[in-house]
Structures are given as C-alpha cells and as structure tokens.
C-alpha cells in the first residue's frame, strides 16, 4: 500500500513537471493545425486530425491562454489519466506491483512522455485505447449482463476515430474489438459486438463524408501506403522506446508468446500489442512530428514487460534489480533529451537543412547539430514574414500564403493576425483583386506553384532568409510578392 501511495504522489509531481515544460516548447505544425481550426471555426474539420483535438485545444485555451500552455494544457491530464487507466488493467489483470512496475516503465518511455506534453492524436490514443480494452475486458468477464461496459468501449473506439482518423484510428478500432483474445469470439454476435461496430462506423462513415466533400486529401497524400523501409522504422523505434527498453519488449513478447498466453484470460495485453505493433511498424512513419499515436501499443509492451520480470525465474535477484535499474535510468535520460528535440521526425528522412543530403548528413547531423532547435525557428519565421508585411505595405493590403498547410497554420498563429494565413489548397475566392505575399520552404523554388502560378497577374521574388536560431540554421524561407489575385475561369 505504501508503494501504491508513493507512486500516486509521484505520478502528481510529475504532472506537474511536464506542466513547467509545456510553454517551452513551439507547437508542433499538428497542434498549430488545432489552434487554426479553434481560431477559424473548422470545428468538424477530418483534416489531418479529427475534431476531439481541436475542441480539447479550445478548453485549454479558454483556462491557459492562447499560447503553448493553453493550448496543451490537457495534455498532462490526459497522460496522467493514462498512467491511472494502465495501472487498473494491469491490477486486474495480475497485482498491485506488476501495476505499480507498468505505470513506472510507461512514464520513462520517450514516446509517451513526447505525448505528455503536446496535444496530438497520440495524446489521446494513449488514453482511449487503453480504456477500450479495459471496458471490453470487464464485458468479456462479466458477459452480456455488463451491457454498460461494452457501450463504454463503444465510446473509447468512436474517439479514436474523432481524435485521429484513418489509417491509425481505424486500425485501432478494429483491433480493440477483433484482436483481443479468443474469448471475444463468443461474443461477436452479442449486442456489445454489435455496439462497438455501430459507433465505429458512424463516426467513420463521417469521416468518408468530409474526405469525399474535399477531394479525398488522405488518398492523395497515400496514408493508405505502407511505408517498406525496414531500417528507419526500427530506428524509429530505438529512438521512441530506448534501445535497451526495446530489446526487453521483444525477449518479454517472446517469452509470453512461447509460454501460450494468448491461451490464457491474462492474454489481453498480448493480443493488444501484437497486431498494434504491426500496424505501427509499416504505418506510423506517416505520422508528423510529435504524434507518436501508433506507438501506443509500447503501453500494452509496458505491462508484458512489468510482468515478466516480476516472475521471471531465470536470474537472481541482484541481476534484475541491476538491469531494471540501468534500463529505466537509461530510458528516462533519453526521454529528457527527446523532449527538446525532432530526432524521430528525421529519422530515415532526407535531412532537409543540409545543402548537400547523403547517408552521413541524414543521420551524423541530426546528433551533431543543436537538437532542441531543429523543430522550431516558427516564431523567427513569423518574425520574418512580419518585417516584409510591413515592409510592403501592412497586413491590410496584404494577405500571405503559405507553401504546404503545416508552414500556414505555424505561420497564422505566430503572425497572431486575424486574417488566417491561406495555402494553395484553400479556396482563395474572397482574395480576388489583392496581392499575396507567398513563403515556401523549398528552395529550390523559382516561383509558385502551378496550382497558383496563373492566378496571378504577375510574382516577383521578394526576399531570401536564412532563420538562424542559437547558431544553427533551422528554416530557409523565400518570400514571393505575388500581385492581383484572380480566381481561375471554370
């Protein structure tokens, strides 16, 4: 019980801490994405992201303001509430103290504590999918009597799909009610089968209808993809889990696997991590910066392991007490070091800010260069943009594009106008006659896009800058005067 007490108080500070933490870092292009849909009313928008993360934004800034905090404000809430959510499953399950050792090996890990503090779709997969399990396992053992409990699971699913839509949310849907251990097979024909299927195909089916009234985004993009790159996504991995902490997964996956506990009622963590862990391998490159929603089967990872090595017999007492030790420890440091850095997001990635990218400057760079910067330089960016605006003639006269819509949302908080930075994708009916000031990343650039390029009357290049941030270059912006806007002739 004292330890119980002792983890509870702990789990409090650090809240707390990762509270501290939040203004200190620049939102992410995913949560820029939030705040634009609270600031121009797109509450029901599917774009990128479903509507829970934008109107949780929106309750956070109403009680923190409109910066960083407010804008992440729930998002130690929502880990917190994880820790608690694994901690019962995990009690239920087996004990107290494999809860206790979940809890503890969750709240090291690099991937969860980037979900801790940014408010992304990962943030709530970490908390909605957990609990779904939770509920359906309280169905499965009390029967069709625990009607309630499956209507609650029901729930769970539904807000994976409004927090992040297919691919990931879909996938963890149809695991949570197909992949979680044989005995939901008796059940499929029961009203809780048949619930879950409900909410999840309703809230899909919106999503269909949003994709199909804007031109199906996520199939032009190819979310539906795989991605086959073996290599970075196991890097990834090591960079999200810890390299020695992913070792321990994959000997604890075996060991259960070898040992038949899928065969078993205490199978559901097994049954959960497995085709999770699939899923994520091939599909979670595709997610931005920070979002690590994929990874939420490190959870389910986190209890398997916690038990292991609770009843492992096969090293002495000392041994593990060491190798717990050395793990977490090691765990924790480099979940410190991740929460100042976009390591994940270059990963296996062209490393866009070296003139000359090879397979040294991929990976050596992103070590050797200053880490906590390569994300952001946002702010500098809006400081950049802000000076020409002025320069050529104000905010009024003016309205700025964007290159992609992650440079326009960062660029339509950190301007902080109230006219929203546009992106070539957007409908630009109501610009018709003024001049736009276009930024783009590339630079390879010459001119806008030929989404744009006859638009307008006519563009010149306005300024080339270098946003430089504690000595590292971390963005290069070209700025385009583009002059009287026409829209196109159908």
Known sequence: MQRQRFLLAALGLLTLWRWALLPTLELAPGEALAVFCVKHGQWGSFFEMGPLVPLVARLGMLIGGAGEFGVRFFAPLLALAASLLVWRLTRELFDEQIAGWAVVIMNVLPAFNLAAVTLTPGTFACVLVPAAALCVRRALLQGEAQKRAWWWAAAWVAGTVLAQPPAFATMAAVVCVLGLSKQLRHHLNGSGFRAILAAWSVVVLCWLVWQGGHGWPAFEEGLWLPEWRGIPNVLRWIVLASPLMLALFVMAVRAGYTNGVLQTHRGLPMAMLLPLAALDFFYGPHEGWPDTCGVVWMLFAAVLLAHRSTVARTAVIEQKISLRTVTLVLAALQSAFLLQTDLPRTLGLAWRFSAEPSAATDFTHAFSADPSKSMRGWRESAGVVSAV????????AWFVLGGDWRLAVELDHYLGGTESVQYPASDLGAFAGRSALFVTEEREASGLPDLLKNRFQRTEL???????????????LKIFACHDYRAPDF
């Open 389 to 396: 605006l002025k320069q050529a003639g104000g905010e009024g």
């Open 462 to 476: 306005l300024s080339v800058a270098r946003v430089m941030h504690a000595g590292n270059e971390v963005r290069w």
